[in-house]
């Protein structure tokens, strides 16, 4: 999506009119404008000097963010920040404020003649205390000088008049000018009536003077937008503190020399120091020394991390003790820190679906008002009310209408509640996945990384008769060191921590799917799974149930053999993070049914999700299966897949929202709509908590947009004048106008003060207008012999797939069972043929 920064926008009807000028360009696929940060992101082949064109073509200014930087067209991090700094930057509050104070020290006299000296008999000079013609003439003046100083709004308002986009700008110069206008109509007609000596017209024309009307809406309006820049530049102050972040040097060893050289220069291989006290300029990795690290302004984390050679280093985060050196691994928009900048700025820069409603509203907003004023001017003179009464409800309707907190109610709302999520390290990467996230019905979780941290670990070893624990795990890692298997590591790490000497083995052979055999001293060594070892060796009955034990507790036991005998079990589990069970409780508090997504034997995986306290647990998933599962949870109801591998990318893709672990992949994270900084699950509650909170906002904020025109309009108009004498003055009506949009943005500030990890206001939301389908209970457990690998599940699970009667077959050569998901009866004769006839034997069927 190309980024652009938009000028001349006042109002949503503004950015109405700029997105519908883009989106007709041939080419362009989507567009979207947002006059919160005056930015807008195009989708599609149209260039930019097309789509710069069009929205100068539309009455605006337009330019493309992001020149290249310079070397090798990359943008520099101090670029890319000072960019969005300087799209931010509240220039229109300082000239605001400039012309406030000139229209007040001009209005107060104005006032003062046209009301302290008629309405209360506040005295005047004797050039003008008698003479109407002449206090009408200083009101003139006074007026036309205040319209001078505020200028803008009329070039503005009648330019969008000639581009037939009429903005908030056009009602304030219609509502304001005709006031004007009539009032020196008025003071015409009344120095005519002075000439002919008529004083009772003299008196009549006095009171139809609106000068102070019109010079009043002015610098209302003025009031109303400064305090809305105000609260709007607070909306953004999330996004603003990331920025100065961004440091703006870097102290790079060049020749065996330091050198100090701006952020820009720094290349990709480069070696960069930092001492103690100062900001990572850019992402690396440590080649020497050891510190702790304060990586809390980008995940939230207060507590250090620990760096030594070897780890990761992010930019923008603080080196607290040691000295360290490390390489450039990213630099420029490719860091961390620049890649946060553009989720959340681009989350900004999209709509969310329920700003649809208002930007409709808004695109024909301002000509229905415009005709609305018309028509109540025409009613009233055709009721028999004077020119001046019917005038005055015309431009009570003109200045009492307010497209733009039509406009800001949800990307002010969108802005902050972003700004909280980058601040407690969780990232949505579009206006879309904040609102969608609060309404998942079902999150699916995936085990390995998610749920557990990852890295298996050693949990139980049981040495057989005969054999010592020492020579176990002695053979254990004679095999497991060639090995590559996640579980292999597990052995060795546990090895290296207890200071085993590691041996080596002769004719090592890795046997997929089922395990290793080497020779050591002469002695013929195996390891593997049960099934596996039960080729190489003789396994008591005791210890077969020790191992079903383990298994029933989450662990995989592996079973080693020395000569053709059991020398024992080593168990080896994944073992489950601190926060798990506390975030899937908190889920399923909030009405969210969690499912548990793995890889593993039914057995082991149900343990898991045991201690876990998930819904529901589907084990067996190969890594190309994640997807089919989520598409099938997808018919239960709206479903967000959280993972951090390369495997849960298209599962990631394929849900409703995908949510990545932030310590997972590249490739999982550029996947998910939502990224998590801090790796932990608690966070994905605590993200489904905000967006509930900010789409709460949005609808407040709706509210407010829609009741105060629907109110205010007719009130304006004098709808309940003949009623009850109602009518509203069009000062009062300015000033109401002024104060909405602030209204709008103040309450969403409010988000600033949520606490998204306080479960106390948690409320299970009912889905009322989702029909969501019981999941299908018809399954059965076929327990089948000769699978090996990988390639005989396939087998099995292909052959099962194709039965019409079968929606799913989950099948685990480790255990050695299939399991059935069926959308219909079935024979179990039929389920056992077809699976045979693949030379596999069924053994039970349950």
Not at 224 to 250: F, I, V, Y
Not at 591 to 605: C, P
Not at 647 to 653: M, Q, S, V
Request: charged share 20%; hydrophobic share 45%.
């Amino acid at each position: 999506m190309k980024q652009y920064h938009v000028t001349g926008m006042s109002c949503a009807a503004c950015s109405a009119r700029v997105e519908k000028a883009v989106a007709g360009l041939p080419g362009v696929t989507a567009c979207s404008v947002s006059l919160l940060t005056n930015s807008m992101g195009v989708e599609g082949d149209a260039t930019a000097q097309q789509v710069i064109a069009a929205v100068e073509a539309a009455g605006y200014g337009a330019s493309e963010k992001g020149a290249p930087g310079p070397a090798q067209g990359e943008k520099s991090g101090v670029n890319l920040a000072q960019e969005y700094e300087d799209m931010l930057q509240d220039r229109e509050t300082p000239a605001m404020k400039r012309r406030l104070v000139a229209s007040l020290v001009l209005l107060l006299p104005l006032m003062y003649v046209s009301m302290g000296h008629m309405m209360w008999g506040w005295p005047l000079p004797a050039v003008l205390a008698d003479n109407h013609v002449s206090m009408g003439l200083v009101q003139l003046l006074f007026t036309a000088a205040i319209m001078v100083i505020n200028q803008k709004f009329f070039v503005s308002g009648f330019k969008g008049l000639l581009h037939r986009a009429p903005n908030m700008d056009t009602l304030v110069a219609l509502g304001s000018g005709a006031s004007f206008l009539y009032s020196t109509y008025a003071l015409f007609a009344m120095s005519d009536a002075q000439l002919h000596g008529d004083m009772a017209g003299v008196m009549r024309y006095m009171h139809e003077f609106y000068f102070e009307s019109a010079a009043m809406i002015l610098t209302l309006i003025t009031v109303g937008k400064m305090l809305e820049a105000r609260s709007k530049g607070k909306t953004t102050d999330a996004l603003k503190g990331l920025m100065k972040l961004a440091p703006r040097t870097a102290a790079v060893l060049r020749d065996g020399q330091e050198v100090t050289v701006g952020i820009e220069e720094v290349r990709i291989g480069d070696h960069f120091v930092v001492r103690p006290g100062e900001n990572i300029p850019v992402d690396g990795v440590v080649i020497a020394g050891s510190s702790a690290v304060n990586e809390s302004a980008l995940t939230g984390e207060s507590i250090p991390v620990d760096k030594e050679a070897g780890d990761p280093v992010s930019a923008a985060t603080v080196n607290q003790s040691g000295f360290l050196e490390c390489e450039a691994t990213r630099v420029g928009e490719d860091t961390t820190l620049s890649q946060i900048i553009q989720m959340v700025s681009d989350a900004a820069a999209t709509k969310a679906p329920i700003a649809k409603v208002a930007d409709k509203v808004s695109g024909v907003f301002v000509p229905v008002v415009i005709a609305i004023a018309a028509v109540t001017i025409l009613i009233w003179l055709l009721a028999g009310q004077s020119i001046g009464f019917a005038l005055a409800r015309g431009i009570s309707v003109l200045v009492i209408s307010c497209p733009c907190a039509l406009g800001l109610a949800t990307p002010v709302a969108i802005m902050v509640g972003n700004g909280m999520g980058a601040k407690h390290g969780t990232l949505f990467k579009t206006a879309v996945s904040l609102e969608e996230t609060g309404k998942v019905e079902i999150v699916a979780l995936d085990k390995t990384g998610t749920i557990t941290g990852g890295e298996p670990e050693i949990t139980d070893i049981l040495a057989a008769e005969g054999t010592t624990r020492e020579e176990l795990l002695e053979l254990a890692c004679a095999l497991e060191q060639k090995s590559e298997h996640p579980l292999a590591k597990a052995v060795i790490r546990y090895a290296k921590e207890t200071g085993l000497v590691m041996r080596e083995i002769t004719d090592f052979q890795a046997v997929p799917g089922n395990g290793l055999t080497g020779t050591l001293d002469g002695a013929a060594l195996a390891g593997g799974n049960l099934t596996f070892i039960r080729t190489k060796a003789d396994i008591p009955q005791a210890s077969q149930e020790e191992a079903m034990r383990l298994a029933e507790e989450g662990k995989t036991p592996l079973f080693f053999a020395r000569d053709g005998k059991l020398a024992g079990v080593i168990a080896v589990a994944d073992m489950i993070k601190e926060d798990s069970p506390e975030a899937v409780r908190q889920l399923r508090n909030m009405g969210i049914r969690v499912v548990m997504l793995t890889g593993d034997n039914e057995r082991t995986a149900k343990a898991i999700g045991a201690q876990a306290g998930v819904d529901e647990v589907i084990a067996g998933v190969l890594p190309d299966g994640k997807e089919s599962v989520i598409r099938a949870l997808r018919e239960q109801g709206r479903v967000a897949m959280v993972g951090d591998g390369i495997n849960d990318a298209p599962a990631l893709t394929r849900a409703d929202i995908g949510i990545a672990i932030g310590a997972g992949t590249d490739v999982a994270i550029d996947a998910a709509d939502v990224v998590l900084m801090k790796s932990r699950l608690l966070d994905v509650p605590a993200a489904i908590r905000l967006s509930r909170a900010t789409l709460r906002n949005i609808h407040e904020n709706l509210f407010w947009a829609f009741i105060y025109n629907i109110i205010g309009i007719p009130l304006a108009a004098g709808l309940w004048y003949p009623l009850f004498g109602w009518k509203l003055n069009p000062m009062f009506g300015a000033a109401a106008m002024s104060l909405s949009s602030f209204c709008v943005v103040t309450n969403a500030l409010r988000l600033n003060l949520f606490s998204m990890y306080n479960t106390a206001k948690d409320k299970k939301i009912s889905h009322k207008n989702k029909t969501v389908k019981e999941k299908n209970t018809m399954e059965r457990t076929m327990k089948i012999e000769g699978m090996m690998c990988g390639h005989c599940e396939a087998r099995v699970k292909k052959v099962l797939e194709a039965l019409p009667e079968v929606d799913e077959a989950v099948v685990s050569h480790e255990s050695g069972t299939a399991v059935v998901k069926l959308n219909a009866e079935i024979a179990n004769d039929v389920l056992k043929k077809a699976v045979e006839e693949q030379d596999y034997k069924v053994t039970e069927i349950a």
